[in-house]
């Protein structure tokens, strides 16, 4: 069993930054690949960005590119992964989830690839 827990959330003014962060707990966590989503008010889940189990491969939403950057601790007593935001703009806003995928042959875009989840730390960017 994994659990994830995110933080790192809040309330910021568009331009600004904030970096997400998202702690695993279980021994296994550095074979797994994670991923971001992030879900808006009225709106489906959608994907952000995803890095495989060994940090050397990442993928991000078109919406975020150039903007958001995957990484995760080399140190795997840690078990973090992050994700930095850049030029956050009010269509930023939405609760953001960390997701963890046992299958380390991807880092996928997909939310039914992901076996665990955490609560999710809401975003909110104001105009």
């Known amino acids: 069993q994994v659990q994830l827990v995110e933080s790192g959330g809040g309330l910021v003014q568009a331009g600004g930054s904030l970096r997400l962060s998202c702690v695993a707990s279980?021994?296994?966590?550095?074979?797994?690949?994670m991923g971001w989503f992030r879900q808006a008010p009225g709106k489906e889940r959608e994907f952000v960005a995803a890095?495989?189990?060994?940090?050397?491969?990442?993928?991000?939403a078109d919406s975020v590119k150039g903007r958001f950057t995957i990484s995760r601790s080399r140190d795997n007593a840690k078990n973090t992964v992050y994700l930095q935001m850049n030029s956050l703009e009010p269509e930023d806003t939405a609760v953001y989830y960390c997701?963890?995928?046992?299958?380390?042959?991807?880092?996928?875009?997909?939310?039914?690839?992901?076996?665990?989840w955490g609560q999710g730390t809401q975003v909110t960017v104001s105009s």
């Open positions: 997701a963890a995928d046992t299958d380390t042959s991807r880092w996928s875009s997909t939310s039914l690839s992901y076996d665990y």
């Open positions: 279980g021994r296994t966590f550095r074979t797994y690949a």
């Open positions: 890095i495989s189990w060994s940090g050397s491969s990442m993928n991000y």
